[in-house]
């Protein structure tokens, strides 16, 4: 089953392992510059062409915890959606995203343990369907009052 955007939140009780969902971005000059700001990583790599072209890169790319932060979307709004508390999430970084690319990240429910309130899902990002981040996450998911 996959989920999209505006999908209802799930309880714990609810999941099941193999539940995914899925968001597609691509991310612009002004929110490259924007992340820069708030998080103050300045690297060159991200906002000066010039210096990036000098890079193993050639060009400018983006942040890769701004790449990163589409799996905390996914968790917080759509799976298993509000209500979400992170626990943890591990992230392993395969290939650079470039301004204008379109990323495309998924989370899958691997585990579920409604004793210990514990999900498992895995995280991945992909551009033109090669993976450009991987990861596994755990978190707390809404509980019915």
């Known amino acids: 089953m996959t989920q999209h955007a505006n999908a209802a939140p799930r309880y714990l009780d609810e999941l099941m392992p193999g539940e995914s969902a899925t968001l597609s971005k691509a991310f612009t000059e002004s929110e490259v510059r924007a992340f820069a700001e708030v998080s103050t990583d300045t690297n060159p790599v991200h906002l000066d062409e010039a210096y990036a072209a000098s890079t193993q890169f050639g ?22 959606g509000p209500g979400t508390v992170y626990l943890g999430q591990s992230l392993r970084f395969r290939r650079p995203v470039k301004l204008g690319d379109t990323v495309e990240a998924t989370v899958t ?31 707390m998911a809404p509980i019915r009052a």
Do not use: W, Y
Not at 59 to 79: D, E, P, Y
Not at 121 to 128: G, I, K, R
């Open 59 to 80: 060009t400018r790319i983006v942040h890769g915890m701004l790449t990163a932060s589409l799996f905390s979307a996914l968790l917080g709004n759509q799976l298993p």
């Open 109 to 139: 429910v691997k585990s579920v343990d409604k004793e210990k309130n514990r999900v498992e899902l895995e995280c991945v990002c992909s551009v033109s369907g090669k993976p450009v981040l991987l990861g596994d996450a755990t978190v």
